[in-house]
């Protein structure tokens, strides 16, 4: 039996001018929801006929509150999950304004909108990548 296909993309977001550092999300410590707690990469799947690059741009407003440009595709990957196929493709990008500024109210509740930010590196995604990221694990794969 095939697997559902679900289609993501995530970000490696740095402040404009600079690749020391890049945004990372907490994801909501709450029952349901994949990878709780979790310090990771912004994402979101994309809606019925939207291209990645425009998944990208609305995650950044949706979820982050700002735009992007010099969107440039990292790498893909994909897993099986329960129920599911997670296909990912992580990109890169330069913000268009100095930080993030995340929703104080979530619009959308079909959306996983994040509890906190930080900077942060490479390094810092190991621990989404033992909790199982894709995205993660596709984006060490990319920056090595």
């Known amino acids: 039996?095939?697997?559902?296909?679900?289609?993501?993309?995530?970000?490696?977001?740095?402040?404009?001018?600079?690749?020391?550092?890049?945004?990372?999300?907490?994801?909501?410590?709450?029952?349901?929801?994949?990878?709780?707690?979790?310090?990771?990469?912004?994402a979101a799947s994309l809606a019925f006929g939207e291209r990645e690059?425009?998944?990208?741009?609305?995650l950044t407003s949706q979820k982050l509150g700002c735009?992007?440009?010099?969107?440039?595709?990292?790498?893909?990957?994909?897993?099986?999950?329960?129920?599911y196929r997670l296909e990912m493709?992580?990109?890169?990008?330069?913000?268009?304004?100095?930080?993030?500024q995340l929703p104080a109210v979530p619009e959308d509740p079909g959306v996983t909108y994040y509890v906190a930010w930080r900077w942060g590196s490479p390094e810092d995604l190991h621990e989404a990548l033992r909790a199982g990221s894709l995205c993660a694990r596709v984006a060490l794969e990319a920056l090595r």
């Open 1 to 42: 039996m095939e697997r559902k296909a679900k289609r993501s993309v995530a970000l490696v977001a740095y402040p404009a001018g600079q690749r020391a550092y890049f945004v990372l999300v907490r994801r909501p410590d709450r029952p349901g929801e994949e990878l709780p707690g979790v310090w990771g990469l912004p």
């Open 53 to 58: 690059e425009e998944a990208a741009r609305r």
């Open 89 to 100: 493709a992580v990109y890169e990008a330069e913000l268009d304004r100095a930080c993030p």
């Open 67 to 83: 735009g992007v440009r010099g969107l440039r595709l990292l790498g893909r990957g994909c897993e099986d999950r329960p129920g």
